[in-house]
């Protein structure tokens, strides 16, 4: 197995992933249009690193080791040697589409090409490209250092050969590889984001505050966090997104963005990165 990995997208997921692969040995190099980005992408890494030895996660010796291992690129160029590319750009289907058009011709010809999409058809993503035998998902959780899950996502001419591959590859960064099939919001957000929008129809009706909401989920469903201040943190631009994914592809009712979501995204109230949501940071 090469340990050359490239992963393109530098924010929360992005380093989330480059960390996880360099913490297990692998050689990563982490690509972003915006110099800023990748700065800010491996300052998080950076603390992310420092949090798992203050926790006795990793010894501290190994620091400068797994930092050494990521490098850091605004081309696309980049991807070159890669044995793996993960995109986990915006969960925006153009650009996503867009990247894969342009990684389907840098790439080398075993290289195998994974999206970290939360939702959008692996079938679509693939149909940008010329090999598309070598696309798959992997969908990781976030905090990607912390969670153990990967979904991992057969688009419909996914070879063999390419799951096996990346079912290896999830093994070797310590994380449980669960195989599901190409449907919008695979299972993770299939289940999880009805559960969101219902809470903010809870919100948006006067049933309770999202305080009571989350309050209710956390003690009386025993989620480690309630789904009003997981939507912040995963932000509520993102779970738009996905609402709409599930809404346009299972044409179902009950997957329809709540309308107070949609009423705070555009007011920019994204969640924890905008310092404002359901609960201001």
């Given amino acids: 197995m090469s340990d050359r990995i490239a992963v393109v997208g530098a924010g929360q997921m992005g380093n989330g992933i480059a960390h996880v692969f360099a913490q297990h040995g692998f050689q990563v190099t982490m690509i972003d249009v915006a110099e800023a980005a990748l700065s800010r992408g491996r300052e998080s890494i950076e603390r992310n690193v420092d949090r798992q030895i203050k926790k006795g996660a990793i010894p501290a010796e190994e620091r400068s080791a797994i930092l050494g291992r990521v490098a850091t690129s605004t081309s696309l160029h980049s991807v070159r040697g890669a044995a793996l590319v993960i995109e986990a750009a915006s969960e925006r289907r153009e650009l996503k589409f867009q990247i894969f058009t342009e990684l389907d011709r840098f790439v080398e010809p075993t290289a195998v090409l994974a999206t970290n999409t939360s939702s959008i058809s692996i079938t679509e993503i693939a149909g940008r490209t010329a090999h598309p035998a070598r696309v798959i998902g992997m969908h990781f959780m976030n905090p990607v250092p912390l969670m153990q899950l990967v979904e991992v996502i057969r688009g419909l001419a ?30 993770a957000n299939r289940i999880l984001m009805p559960m969101i929008n219902e809470a903010v129809y809870c919100v948006m009706e006067g049933v309770g505050t999202p305080e009571a909401v989350d309050t209710v989920m956390k003690l009386g469903m025993n989620h480690p966090m309630g789904p009003l201040a997981l939507a912040d943190f995963i932000g509520l631009d993102t779970c738009l997104a996905i609402l ?38």
């Fill in 158 to 187: 996914t070879s063999d050969e390419t799951m096996q591959r990346v079912l290896e590859w999830s093994r070797a960064v310590g994380k449980t590889a669960v195989e599901v099939n190409d449907y919008p919001g695979f299972v």
């Fill in 244 to 281: 709409e994914v599930l809404h346009d592809g299972l044409g179902d009712s009950k997957y329809r963005p709540a309308p107070l979501l949609r009423k705070y995204v555009a007011a920019g109230w994204l969640g924890k990165k905008t310092g404002r949501g359901f609960y201001a940071y």
